[in-house]
Structure formats: C-alpha cells, structure tokens
C-alpha cells in the first residue's frame, strides 16, 4: 500500500517562509499530476498548485507569486515552497498525486497524503 508522506509543516511568523515535502513511502508506477491542497477549519478543501510531469505549473491566484511547487521525479518528491506566509495561509496542507500503480493500471489513481499544519501566527 502506497502512502505519502508530508513534511515540513510549522508555525511561522506572518511574513516568514516553509518548504514542504512530500514522498512516497513505496513505488508507483508511473506519477503524472502532484499538487498540494489546503483545508482550514471550517473550510472545504481547495487546490493550492499543481506541478505536471513535464513541469508546467498551475497555482490559486491566492498564491501566485509568493508559492513555488516543484517536483523530483528521479526522487518522485514534490515540494512546495511557501514565502511571505500570511495568516489566511493557516491550513492543513495535503499533497495529492494521480498516477498508475502499476504498468497494467488503466485508471489513474488519486493518492492523498495525511496532512500537514502549516499556522502562521505573531
């Protein structure tokens, strides 16, 4: 059983920076889209950036300019580099992958991680 998992969830103060990460813990075929998602209390979960396998990028307009999301597939890791973090900011983040498990997988697959908090606070 595949799972991913996040790092580098904090507190930080508004204005500071954190760089997540996020791994499999086994092999996966092939991995196309790898994205983080955000949910804060009260809220659904929304789409922060995604990262194709070719590398082109998509973000939340909320994010653009401040989030970077990059990806290793030699490492099959994605990151997400998150500078001038502001309050609205506070979630927990969720990485996400869609890929085929194994070579005679048809259907791509949705594989979420736990979660990581990320609060941003004075």
């Known amino acids: 059983q595949v799972q991913l998992v996040e790092s580098g969830g904090g507190l930080v103060q508004p204005g500071g920076s954190l760089r997540l990460s996020c791994a499999a813990s086994?092999?996966?075929?092939?991995?196309?889209?790898m994205g983080w998602y955000r949910q804060a209390p009260g809220n659904q979960r929304g789409l922060v950036a995604t990262?194709?396998?070719?590398?082109?990028?998509n973000y939340v307009d909320s994010v653009k300019g401040r989030f970077t999301i990059s990806r290793d597939n030699a490492k099959n890791t994605v990151y997400l580099q998150m500078n001038s973090l502001q309050p609205e900011d506070t979630a927990v983040y969720y990485c996400?992958?869609?890929?085929?498990?194994?070579?005679?997988?048809?259907?791509?697959?949705?594989?979420w991680g736990q979660g990581t908090q990320v609060t941003v606070s004075s």
């Open positions: 996400n992958w869609k890929g085929r498990p194994t070579a005679w997988t048809r259907s791509e697959v949705d594989y």
């Open positions: 086994g092999s996966i075929f092939s991995v196309n889209t």
């Open positions: 990262v194709s396998r070719g590398g082109s990028t």
